[in-house]
């Protein structure tokens, strides 16, 4: 099955959440980029209104 990860063994459950505490902080870190981004387009947006 597509997107699924089978662990037979404690050693592979352990790599497996390692691998995806990597993941999750990439995309954190993706999301905080974009939130950054759009919050400074916003700020200038604002002022330019002005």
Partial sequence: ?????YCRDIGEIHDALVHLA?????RLGL???LAD???EKSR????RGS
Wanted: proline content about 5%.
């Fill in 22 to 26: 990597q993941e999750g902080r990439r």
């Fill in 1 to 5: 099955m597509p997107g699924v990860t």
């Fill in 31 to 33: 999301a905080e980029d």
């Fill in 37 to 39: 981004d759009a919050l």
């Fill in 44 to 47: 200038g947006a604002s002022t």
